[in-house]
């Protein structure tokens, strides 16, 4: 059967519609893709600027860390040397006493006292020795007792030696 146009104002107007609505949609389809690019686009840019953002602030992170492995080097460095300083202090000042305490019994010894031992610890001293007279130890353990660079000695022990020299260990308390 053949068709027969009764209308054909109606199917022109149809025909016009029709590619209006062509029209139509490839231009929602271009302004959705547009979309999609744009956004695809500001996607980009803020991974970007993220991965810039972190590199610096990993960067940062790692100037930091070397900075504050250059401050705990130096604050070890500098505790090192005050401790080392305070050793030396330490070990000036006890210098200092046993070369009083040296030169205090180099003046307080009598001519028949002979030391055979010396012991300095650090709470201790003890002095060992020889003399021909009981009154000889006597004398230089007052001598020594006034000093003010040695603590108070005492007569320990006093022997008779195979000589006839009487031995004697003197020892002393916490000195300072």
């Not at 107007?13 to 547009?34: G, P, S």
Request: with cysteine.
């Amino acid at each position: 059967m053949e068709q027969i146009n009764l209308c054909p104002w109606f199917s022109t107007l149809r025909a016009q519609r029709l590619r209006f609505c062509m029209l139509c949609l490839v231009a929602v389809v271009v302004l959705l893709i547009l979309i999609a690019s744009y956004s695809a686009y500001q996607v980009h840019r803020r991974v970007q600027r993220w991965e810039a953002v972190t590199a610096v602030s990993q960067r940062r992170s790692q100037q930091l860390l070397h900075q504050q492995v250059r401050l705990a080097a130096w604050a070890l460095q500098a505790k090192n040397q005050l401790r080392q300083s305070q050793q030396d202090e330490r070990n000036r000042e006890t210098n200092q006493q046993i070369l009083t305490f040296i030169l205090a019994i180099q003046r307080h010894i009598p001519a028949q006292v002979w030391l055979t031992r010396l012991s300095w610890r650090s709470t201790r001293l003890e002095i060992e020795g020889t003399t021909s007279t009981p009154a000889a130890i006597s004398a230089f353990t007052q001598h020594l007792n006034q000093s003010a660079a040695l603590p108070e000695l005492q007569l320990m022990k006093m022997s008779v030696a195979e000589s006839g020299l009487q031995k004697f260990l003197l020892e002393g308390g916490q000195h300072e």
